[in-house]
């Protein structure tokens, strides 16, 4: 049972990290990148849609996406989803493709970038030790009912400090390479 419940919650921390680069996939960085799309709904046939589920998104090039609709009539509601979408960008389409350019990023626009990463780096250390929590009540209940001794209790809540520790150290790292790549001029 105490096995079962420690890979549990290590899985949940591996879950809140996955989770964590997908946040940080969305964050421009001086660097054309398709996951800053990820995000970006469009008006299609009257439905809210996701824009990689009526398009393609390439990066050819360092410093612009293009947006290939898998059908052209889409080609003003996606050019309009994007510029709306509130992410600095001034879209262009030719009849047959958006291209996006990502202009170069302001030394304020940098920082107020890396503030919006340690404030999901810090939701994601948050979201960690609250998974580490809930199994340590789980242990102590179960060791209150009798199912564990003290001694695998503490052993078990070792365990999870551990895992703990591992993962908000990967959190970090995460955020320091982010950082830099923000940073990056």
């Given at each position: 049972m105490t096995v079962h419940s420690l890979k549990e919650a290590a899985e949940r921390m591996d879950?809140?990290?996955?989770?964590?680069?997908?946040?940080?996939?969305?964050?421009?960085t001086g660097r054309a990148s398709v996951g800053i799309l990820d995000k970006v709904q469009v008006e299609y046939y009257g439905a809210l849609t996701p824009l990689n589920q009526i398009a393609s998104v390439s990066a050819p090039e360092p410093q612009s996406l293009?947006?290939?609709?898998?059908?052209?009539?889409?080609?003003?509601?996606?050019?309009?989803?994007?510029?709306?979408?509130?992410?600095?960008?001034?879209?262009?389409?030719?009849?047959?493709v958006i291209r996006v350019p990502f202009p170069p990023?302001?030394?304020?626009?940098?920082?107020?970038?890396?503030k919006l990463c340690r404030g999901y780096a810090e939701e994601t250390r948050v979201a960690i030790r609250n998974i580490?929590?809930?199994?340590?009540?789980?242990?102590?209940?179960?060791?209150?009912?009798?199912?564990?001794?003290?001694?695998?209790?503490?052993?078990?809540?070792?365990?999870i400090q551990k895992a703990t520790d591992a993962h908000i150290a990967e959190v970090d790292e995460l955020l320091k390479r982010k950082e830099a790549e923000i940073m990056e001029v």
């Open positions: 879950k809140a990290i996955v989770s964590l680069g997908h946040e940080f996939g969305g964050v421009r293009v947006v290939s609709p898998y059908d052209r009539t889409a080609l003003n509601a996606i050019e309009k989803a994007i510029r709306s979408a509130d992410l600095g960008f001034n879209p262009s389409n030719d009849g047959q990023l302001t030394e304020e626009r940098r920082k107020d970038l890396v580490r929590r809930d199994a340590n009540d789980r242990f102590k209940r179960q060791e209150k009912e009798h199912e564990i001794s003290q001694d695998e209790l503490r052993h078990v809540e070792a365990e």
